[in-house]
Structure formats: C-alpha cells, structure tokens
C-alpha cells in the first residue's frame, strides 16, 4: 500500500449500478468528499493501492460479487474507515453480517446523497458486542428472512436458492421484488 495520509474527506463509492454511481459521486463530491468511484469489487480492490478511503459506500449485490468482501481489505489499509453497505434486499441476516465484519452503517436503497450523509457522520448502528432486541416478526418478514439466509448459503444464486427452497426459481424472483415491511 502506499504512504498517503488519510484524509477525513476521502470516500470510496463502489456499486454496479453505472447511473446510481455516477449521480452519487457528483453528489457526494458536492458536499466537499474526494471521492473515488468504481464498479466492481475487482476495481475497488485496485484503487485501494492508490486511494486510502475515510470513508466508504458499498453495494452489498454487484454482478453476483458481494460489498461484504471489502470491508476487511478496506479496515486493513484503514482500520478507521467508517463503511455503509447499501442493499436493495435488506435482510436482518446481511445486516447483522456486515456489521460483524465491521460496517458501521447499513442502508436501504434507495438513499440518497443526504441519507448516506447523515449515516456515514453518525454513531456507527450498534455497537459489535451489543446484543439486538426485536419483537416477533411478522410471518411474510420471517419468510423474508429465510429466503434471505438460504440466498446467502447458495452465494446468492437465485436457481440454486429456489431448488433448496423447494420453490420454482420465477416464484422465488416474484418473493424477492415484494419487500415485507419491516416489523
């Protein structure tokens, strides 16, 4: 890695989603972050040798990647770096990972410029020793829940997620569009 100093307005954003990542950065350089922008897990994983982040954005579900893989690699040149994972399909389970691996934040999309704001200069969203209280879920969240947990053990292959589930793949599809609620 190389010897550049750290500044607290340096933000590595990383989705797939070209549009969204590229109104991102404009918004986010707007509000005074040097920010460096890629597309990929691979391209990220580069541009840490020549950008040492304060800050970073990650998709959670990129082309079949997960944001998940960046954040050891992100903490280890920067073990400061205060990192939000961004996700279409929130789920308790992606959630309660990526906090363990050391996110400090975790959003739903779509956020826009001032929510990703907001939760990047904020308290991190729980403490890693903390223990989480909920209330029951309700029963389309819980199945929520399992749908996600068997996508995650299959590395979010929706075919072979479906065949585990017992379900046809275009059922599980139609599932993942509906979104519960979230108590």
């Given at each position: 890695?190389?010897?550049?100093t750290i500044s607290a307005n340096t933000c590595l954003?990383?989705?797939?989603?070209?549009?969204?990542?590229?109104?991102?950065?404009?918004?986010?350089?707007?509000?005074?972050?040097?920010?460096?922008?890629?597309?990929?897990?691979?391209?990220?994983?580069?541009?840490?040798?020549?950008?040492?982040?304060?800050?970073?954005?990650?998709?959670?579900?990129?082309?079949?990647?997960?944001?998940?893989?960046?954040?050891?690699?992100l903490l280890k040149v920067n073990p400061e770096c205060?990192?939000?994972?961004?996700?279409?399909?929130?789920?308790?389970?992606?959630?309660?990972?990526?906090?363990?691996?050391?996110?400090?934040?975790?959003?739903?999309?779509?956020?826009?410029?001032?929510?990703?704001?907001?939760?990047?200069?904020?308290?991190?969203?729980?403490?890693?020793?903390?223990?989480?209280?909920?209330?029951?879920?309700?029963?389309?969240?819980?199945?929520?829940?399992?749908?996600?947990?068997?996508?995650?053990?299959?590395?979010?292959?929706?075919?072979?997620?479906?065949?585990?589930?017992?379900?046809?793949?275009?059922?599980?599809?139609?599932?993942?569009?509906?979104?519960?609620?979230?108590?």
């Amino acid at each position: 890695m190389s010897n550049q100093t750290i500044s607290a307005n340096t933000c590595l954003i990383v989705d797939d989603d070209e549009t969204y990542l590229r109104v991102l950065t404009k918004a986010l350089q707007r509000r005074s972050l040097i920010v460096q922008a890629a597309n990929s897990v691979e391209s990220a994983l580069e541009a840490l040798h020549r950008f040492i982040p304060q800050l970073a954005v990650l998709d959670l579900s990129m082309n079949g990647q997960s944001g998940l893989g960046l954040i050891k690699p992100l903490l280890k040149v920067n073990p400061e770096c205060r990192i939000l994972i961004l996700t279409g399909y929130a789920s308790i389970t992606t959630a309660v990972e990526a906090i363990k691996l050391g996110a400090t934040h975790y959003l739903s999309k779509p956020a826009d410029a001032e929510q990703i704001m907001a939760a990047l200069t904020s308290e991190p969203a729980i403490d890693k020793d903390q223990t989480v209280e909920t209330s029951p879920m309700s029963i389309n969240r819980l199945e929520w829940e399992h749908i996600q947990r068997i996508l995650k053990e299959n590395n979010n292959n929706i075919s072979e997620a479906a065949r585990a589930l017992g379900i046809h793949r275009r059922t599980l599809q139609r599932k993942l569009q509906k979104r519960p609620k979230l108590l």
